[in-house]
Each structure stands twice: as structure tokens, then as C-alpha cells.
């Protein structure tokens, strides 16, 4: 081989397969140890007494009860966070306004806040001694230790996820076909609904996923604001903690397995929303060219 054909051959780079070996067995260790091992004993802990005592555990009429304020919290929170999170994400992408950068700030916020500062803020607005403590006892209405103070908690946490989800894969489609589709005579609804929502929906899947495994399982914020009343104002992680302080470890397994159920659903429902983008169009958060839909929408 010539010297020019040497200089132009391709090279491999990259490590030695002895320290690309290293790696990876150094990688599976930890998510064995770290991981898989931790779910497994999650497991079985909760059925280690049979699946009467764990079917049992569920039906407590303190576990149900749980699992429903759960449920409506995070039913309540998660819509509510969707609206907002397409809101704010169409504002940023496709608008200039003063205080744009506030908001993103803002959308962050929760991000840096600990949780349960934030419920110690609700406590200081809402609580009996707070800003409005005394108006609401005089108007009967209880926000603090109650459904509401919670909902309010679950809302402060979750509602960056949505919008942060969309408002990058927003300014990357930029304002193209929205002009185009106004052009062509769309309004504001049939532009929205023809040309924006098909263009985010994967995009806001996964934000929605996101939030609802985040509103299920948030302890910090709402531990604060609930007072961890059995059968009025614990979810499920609170419900959890209990069960463990009276003692009740097989107990607090069995309703920790829910959620560690959840958590694995979360996991497949974000890998098959990441496959929808991947696997069908090659890039994730792609979106339909333009010239696909513009027969949709009408002149």
C-alpha cells in the first residue's frame, strides 16, 4: 500500500474493546444494582405474605382512599397543566412580547424550587394564619389540609413538564405553515387544529406522561399542604409512609408496588411515544410537511 493510500484509509476510533467492555459491564452493574435490583425487592416485599394479604392491603379502605384523591389530583392537574403547557409553548414559539423571558423563567421555577417550600408557600397564602386564612374561615372554605390545598400543590409541580416538552420542538417548526395556512384561509381554530396540533401531538403525549407519573407520585409538596389526614387527605405515596412508621412494612410494599407499576408504564408509554417518532419518521418530534395537509385545510 502507497503512503497516499495509507493516509486515506479510513481508521477506526474509538477505545479498545477491553475498556469498551469495561464500560459497559461498569454501566449494567450500577443499573443492576441501583435499579433492577431495588424494583424486584419492591415486589417482593409486597407479596411476600401471599397475594391474599396483598389484595387485601389494596381493598383497605384507607389504600382506596388514597388511590382516589391520587387519581383526582392528578385528573385535575394533568388537563389543566396540558392547557397551560400549549398555551404557553404557542405564546413563546410563535409570538414577541415583552416579559417572554420572564416566563420561560417562570415555567422553571418549580424545577428549582424544592417541593416542599412550595407547599410551605401555599401554607403561608391559604393557611389559617396566612394571607387569606381569615377570609376564607369567614366564607367556610378550607384550601389547606384539604383536596384543594392539595390539587393546588400537585399543579405547582407539574405544570413545567408539559411546556417544556413543547416549547423547543415549537420553535423548531417555527411559524411557516401557520402564516401558510392563514394564507390559504384558515382560522384560528382550523389552524390549530389542522396544522399545530398534528404537528405537537407526540411532542405533548409525552409531556402529558410525564406530568401524570410526576402529579401520582409527588410526596414533598403535598405531605405539607394535606396534614396527613388517614382517609380524607393522603395519596398514595403519603398513604405509603404511613403504613411504614405504624410498622406495616409488608403493608407499605403492597401500595408502594403501585406506584412502582406506574413507573414502569410511564417507562413503556415514553419508550413507544420515542418509537412513534424514531421508528416511524426517522427524527424525533418531526414534523408532516406541510404540503401533505395543505388539501386539509379549507380555502
Same mark, same amino acid.
Given at each position: 500500500?502507497?503512503?497516499?493510500?495509507?493516509?486515506?484509509?479510513?481508521?477506526?476510533?474509538?477505545?479498545p474493546?477491553?475498556?469498551?467492555?469495561l464500560?459497559i459491564?461498569?454501566?449494567?452493574?450500577?443499573?443492576?444494582?441501583?435499579?433492577?435490583?431495588p424494583?424486584?425487592?419492591?415486589?417482593?416485599?409486597?407479596l411476600?405474605?401471599?397475594?391474599?394479604?396483598?389484595?387485601?392491603t389494596?381493598?383497605?379502605?384507607?389504600?382506596?382512599?388514597?388511590i382516589?384523591?391520587?387519581?383526582?389530583?392528578?385528573g385535575?392537574?394533568?388537563?389543566?397543566?396540558?392547557?397551560?403547557?400549549?398555551a404557553?409553548?404557542?405564546?413563546?414559539? #410563535?409570538?414577541?412580547f415583552?416579559?417572554?423571558?420572564?416566563l420561560l423563567?417562570?415555567?422553571?421555577?418549580?424545577?428549582?424550587?424544592?417541593p416542599?417550600?412550595?407547599?410551605?408557600?401555599?401554607?403561608?397564602i391559604?393557611g389559617?394564619q396566612?394571607?387569606?386564612?381569615?377570609?376564607?374561615?369567614?366564607?367556610?372554605?378550607?384550601?389547606?389540609?384539604?383536596v384543594?390545598?392539595?390539587?393546588?400543590?400537585?399543579?405547582?409541580?407539574?405544570?413545567?413538564?408539559?411546556a417544556?416538552e413543547?416549547?423547543?420542538?415549537?420553535?423548531?417548526?417555527?411559524?411557516?405553515?401557520?402564516?401558510?395556512?392563514?394564507?390559504?384561509?384558515?382560522?384560528?381554530?382550523?389552524?390549530?387544529?389542522?396544522?399545530?396540533?398534528p404537528?405537537?401531538k407526540?411532542?405533548?403525549l409525552?409531556?402529558?406522561?410525564l406530568?401524570?407519573a410526576?402529579?401520582?407520585?409527588?410526596?414533598g409538596a403535598?405531605?405539607?399542604?394535606?396534614?396527613?389526614i388517614?382517609?380524607?387527605?393522603?395519596?398514595?405515596?403519603?398513604?405509603v409512609?404511613?403504613?411504614?412508621?405504624?410498622n406495616?412494612?409488608?403493608?407499605?410494599?403492597?401500595?408502594?408496588?403501585?406506584?412502582?407499576?406506574?413507573?414502569?408504564?410511564?417507562?413503556?408509554?415514553k419508550?413507544?411515544?420515542?418509537y #412513534?417518532?424514531t421508528?416511524?419518521?426517522?427524527?424525533?418530534?418531526?414534523?408532516?410537511?406541510? #404540503?401533505?395537509?395543505?388539501t386539509?385545510?379549507?380555502?
Open positions: 500500500m502507497t503512503d497516499d493510500a495509507k493516509i486515506n484509509a479510513p481508521h477506526r476510533i474509538g477505545e474493546p477491553l475498556v469498551r467492555r464500560l459491564a461498569i454501566a449494567l452493574a450500577f443499573i443492576a444494582l441501583f435499579l433492577i435490583v424494583l424486584l425487592s419492591v415486589f417482593t416485599e409486597a411476600r405474605q401471599g397475594l391474599g394479604f396483598y389484595f387485601q389494596l381493598r383497605d379502605p384507607m389504600t382506596v382512599s388514597a382516589e384523591l391520587t387519581l383526582i389530583a392528578a385535575i392537574s394533568v388537563p389543566l397543566n396540558c392547557l397551560f403547557g400549549v404557553a409553548a404557542w405564546a413563546i414559539a #410563535k409570538f414577541d415583552p416579559g417572554k423571558n420572564i423563567t417562570l415555567i422553571d421555577l418549580p424545577f428549582s424550587i424544592s416542599v417550600i412550595s407547599g410551605m408557600i401555599y401554607v403561608l391559604f389559617a396566612g394571607w387569606f386564612g381569615p377570609w376564607l374561615v369567614d366564607h367556610n372554605l378550607r384550601i389547606i389540609f384539604a384543594p390545598g392539595i390539587v393546588l400543590a400537585t399543579i405547582f409541580v407539574t405544570f413545567p413538564f408539559v417544556r413543547l416549547i423547543p420542538l415549537m420553535q423548531a417548526q417555527g411559524r411557516t405553515e401557520e402564516e401558510a395556512a392563514r394564507v390559504l384561509g384558515a382560522s384560528g381554530w382550523q389552524m390549530f387544529w389542522r396544522v399545530t396540533l404537528n405537537i407526540w411532542g405533548l409525552y409531556g402529558v406522561i406530568c401524570n410526576r402529579a401520582m407520585g409527588e410526596f403535598v405531605s405539607v399542604v394535606s396534614g396527613h388517614q382517609g380524607r387527605t393522603n395519596t398514595i405515596p403519603l398513604h409512609q404511613i403504613l411504614y412508621e405504624n406495616n412494612i409488608p403493608g407499605a410494599f403492597a401500595v408502594a408496588s403501585l406506584l412502582t407499576f406506574l413507573a414502569l408504564v410511564t417507562l413503556l408509554l419508550t413507544w411515544v420515542e #412513534k417518532h421508528g416511524l419518521r426517522g427524527t424525533a418530534f418531526t414534523p408532516v410537511p406541510l #404540503k401533505k395537509r395543505q386539509e385545510i379549507p380555502a
